[in-house]
């Protein structure tokens, strides 16, 4: 069985709970690709030519991708924290089964 309850009444599917930390794993490998694909993406002083390095268009966009980038390894962490977040819950019910409601108690005693 997958489920479990946390004593309420309310009965916990811990295979979902894993799907879902799965699912939030693969979002933030995708916004790793994305990260391996732009990080590399800076532009030179001289790509625009002169007029270009005038207006300092070069150092503009590399501070707004640096700052993209930055914002994506943001989500990444997020993302990682949640996956490994929603597994931690699907292993406390998986616990709080194996135990009667010991490690739920507890849980709840910790927040």
């Keep these: 069985m997958s489920g479990g309850s946390d004593g309420d009444g309310f009965t ?3 295979q979902k709970l894993r799907e879902n930390a799965a699912l939030l794993t693969k979002a ?3 916004w790793g690709a994305v990260l391996n ?3 590399p993406a800076t532009m030179p002083a001289g790509t625009l030519s002169i007029l270009g390095d005038m207006s300092q268009l070069p150092m ?3 501070e ?7 914002k994506i390894r943001e989500a990444q962490t997020s993302l990682n924290a949640a996956a490994g977040n929603v597994t931690k819950s699907a292993n406390d019910y998986h616990g709080a089964d194996s135990d009667g409601k ?3 108690d507890s849980a709840s005693a910790e927040m």
């Excluded at 707004?64 to 930055?70: I, K, Q």
């Design 60 to 62: 503009k966009y590399n």
């Design 64 to 70: 707004a991708l640096a700052g993209v980038l930055a």
């Design 28 to 30: 933030s490998m995708s």
């Design 102 to 104: 010991s490690n739920m």
């Design 37 to 39: 694909t732009l990080t």
């Design 12 to 14: 916990i599917d811990r």
